[in-house]
Nanobody, 124 residues
Framework: QVQLVESGGGLVQVGGSLRLSCAAS????????MGWFRQAPGKEREFVAA????????DYGDSVKGRFTISRDNAKNTVYLQMNSLKPEDTAKYYC?????????????????WGQGTQVTVSS
């Protein structure tokens, strides 16, 4: 099992920034990478960003490219999501996930472990 705990969400104004953190513990060696998804009320969970543990591969959802940056600190088993130029449509609950499967990073089916999520609200 891999346990994931997100933090860093909150209320921010349009154009502002937030940095989310996701700390992983447990059998993290079984995971081949982590990602971020988000879900707004009444909508499906949406891919945001993901990277490999080695850092040589990264992918972003189309709606966040150029604004969000995923990074990680392997020594701390922590993944970060830096969110800049936030928009009202970025309002959602953000989830960290760890994958053991292989495939496109944005394929939600390859993620086996999920955090509880952290709320991000962008006010206009």
């Amino acid at each position: 099992q891999v346990q994931l705990v997100e933090s860093g969400g909150g209320l921010v104004q349009v154009g502002g920034s937030l940095r989310l953190s996701c700390a992983a513990s447990g059998r993290t060696f079984t995971s081949n990478g982590m990602g971020w998804f988000r879900q707004a009320p009444g909508k499906e969970r949406e891919f945001v960003a993901a990277n490999s543990w080695s850092g040589d591969r990264v992918d972003y959802g189309d709606s966040v490219k150029g604004r969000f940056t995923i990074s990680r600190d392997n020594a701390k088993n922590t993944v970060y999501l830096q969110m800049n130029s936030l928009k009202p449509e970025d309002t959602a609950k953000y989830y960290c996930a760890a994958r053991t499967g292989w495939g496109p990073f944005r394929d939600i089916k390859i993620y086996d472990f999920w955090g509880q999520g952290t709320q991000v609200t962008v006010s206009s």
